[in-house]
């Protein structure tokens, strides 16, 4: 391995549009190793911290900073959007477009492909129209298409959202394996199940702020904040 | 009534037996505006692509002139440019008027706009949808560049579709430009406007088939395309 990457250190970080404050302050230093998992209610923030951390986010104030130059680390890391994105070209084509953007070697290009297509179950739809798969199967593409360059960082914003239980199971597979290559992952989910079964250190957005964080064991066993207990209860935060 | 009759059956033997002046003319209407396309779309293509990603400080107003020249009328177009050739004007030393090139530079001032306005339009849907993506994977600008053009081909190909439709149907400033000289600048719809006035059916009919069927052609073409469009073939 080259350098590494984290700590990602974000330091009074705010987001604002049109006058809105959508996001901040955040103070947040992200460990090396493991999951991260993100969850909060709908337009919490979560989404918005995430591509803050990924870069993609304009900041209003404050700054987001990698152990590595910004540039090399803009590279190592890859992202799946909320909604997927999918290329108006055949499902391998879509896994190749990242692999052909740095000069990879065909040979090596075809393998990755092959491979990937085989873990996702897409092989046989290989040279469909992306846009014409399923929900689902367009997430399992999208998430195939991130981890195909092998990213250091791997930022997933409800990667299993619609999913049924055996798609799931597949993603979460893909997920841990990944972690096992060491892999870093951030992620948010609305899944309370898969939050316990996936996360090293969990955070709690609420109203654009960090409102509660900590190591798994403790976050979801012993919630300190009332908030947080009411979420995990299931009641409705105002 | 007869005439008309008549005309129709002189006309289908006109077509089926490939009469030269027929042929001569329907191959100067094809030159002079696809020559315009090819003209045209170079410009326009990569001018419509670049207004729906690039944010530069005239954009808005860019798009406003482009989408104000798309209503020019042809006439007026086929004006401009016969005073800017004629002898006394600031291009007469070229000597172009009344040639088949004066014709092609007014039908790329008429179809410049509308190519380069649909390639906008388009571009700038596949780039809302690709923005994030691409931006995540740290494209570089030509890499953004390379991917809409290649994804929007269809749209791109339409675009032009219908820049050369307007082209090969248009009378106008062609009519002024190129002075619908016999052997020399007589094209389809010109040659048309004039045997109706003389009241040769036959010919103008001839002439009125083939220009439908080239029409069409592109109208099928378009429609073919956008359904690939729609559904995601190709
Ligand atoms: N460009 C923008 N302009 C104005 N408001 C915005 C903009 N982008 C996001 N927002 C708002 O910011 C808030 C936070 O959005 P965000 O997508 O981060 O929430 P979220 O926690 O991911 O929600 P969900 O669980 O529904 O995905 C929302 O209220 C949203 O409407
Ligand atoms: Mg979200």
Redo the contacts between chains.
């Keep these: 391995m080259v350098s590494v990457m984290l700590p990602l250190t974000l330091k009074d970080v705010s987001v604002r549009r049109r006058g809105k404050r959508l996001l901040g302050p955040v103070n947040l230093t992200l460990n090396p190793e493991g999951l991260t998992m993100i969850v909060g209610p709908n337009g919490s923030g979560k989404t918005t911290l995430l591509r803050v951390m ?1 870069g ?1 986010e304009r900041l209003s104030e404050g700054s987001a900073t990698w152990a590595v130059p910004e540039e090399e680390a ?2 190592r890391q ?2 799946v ?1 909320q909604t997927p ?1 999918m ?3 055949t499902v391998a084509d879509n896994l190749r ?2 692999l052909q ?1 740095t000069a990879k070697p065909r040979a090596e290009i075809e393998e990755l492909v092959h491979h990937w297509l085989k873990r996702i179950g897409l092989d046989a739809r290989m040279g469909l ?1 992306a ?2 798969l399923s929900g689902g199967e367009k997430q399992k593409l999208a998430l195939a298409r991130a981890l195909i360059r092998k990213p250091d960082v791997l930022f997933l914003d409800e990667p299993c959202a619609n999913l049924d239980g055996a798609s799931t199971r597949d993603i979460e597979t893909i997920l841990r394996s990944a972690l096992l290559e060491k892999t870093r992952i951030i992620m948010t989910t609305h899944d309370l199940g898969q939050a316990r079964r996936l996360a090293g250190d969990a955070l709690f957005m609420l109203h654009g702020v960090v409102h509660e964080r900590g190591p798994a064991s403790d976050f979801f066993s012993a919630p300190q904040t009332a908030e947080l207990q009411a979420f995990f209860r299931g009641d409705i935060i105002a | 009534m007869n005439d008309i009759l008549e005309g129709l059956v002189a006309a289908f033997w006109l077509v089926v037996t490939f009469d030269p002046d027929l042929m001569q003319i329907s191959l100067r209407s094809l030159q002079v505006s696809l020559s315009a396309l090819v003209i045209a779309s170079a410009i326009a293509l990569p001018l419509g692509t670049f207004l729906a990603i690039r944010r530069f400080r005239y954009r808005r107003l860019t798009i406003s002139l482009l989408n104000a020249l798309m209503g020019l009328p042809p006439v007026v177009v086929g004006l401009i440019v016969y005073i800017l050739l004629s002898r006394s004007g600031p291009f007469g030393v070229l000597g172009l008027l009344f040639t088949p090139t004066a014709m092609i530079i007014a039908q790329v001032i008429i179809i410049t706009p509308l190519i380069a306005s649909i390639t906008h339009q388009a571009m700038r849907e ?1 780039w809302a ?2 923005h ?2 691409l ?5 570089s600008g030509w ?1 953004r560049i390379k ?1 809409l053009i290649w ?2 081909r269809r749209n791109l190909l339409t675009a032009s579709l219908a820049g050369f439709g307007r082209a090969i149907g248009e009378v106008g400033a062609i009519m002024i430009v190129g002075g619908n000289i016999d052997n020399a600048t007589r094209v389809l719809t010109t040659a048309i406007a004039l045997e109706t006035g003389k009241g040769d059916f036959a010919l103008a009919l001839a002439l009125g088939f083939v220009l439908i069927a080239l029409a069409i052609g592109i109208n099928i073409s378009i429609h073919w395309l956008s359904r690939t469009e729609r559904e ?2 190709w």
Aim: no cysteine.
């Design positions: 990924h993609v803009r590279h890859s992202y959007f994105i290329l108006r070209r477009y990242p953007l129209q846009t014409r | 596949l949808e690709y994030d993506l931006i995540s994977l740290n494209t890499q991917t994804d929007g995601g073939r």
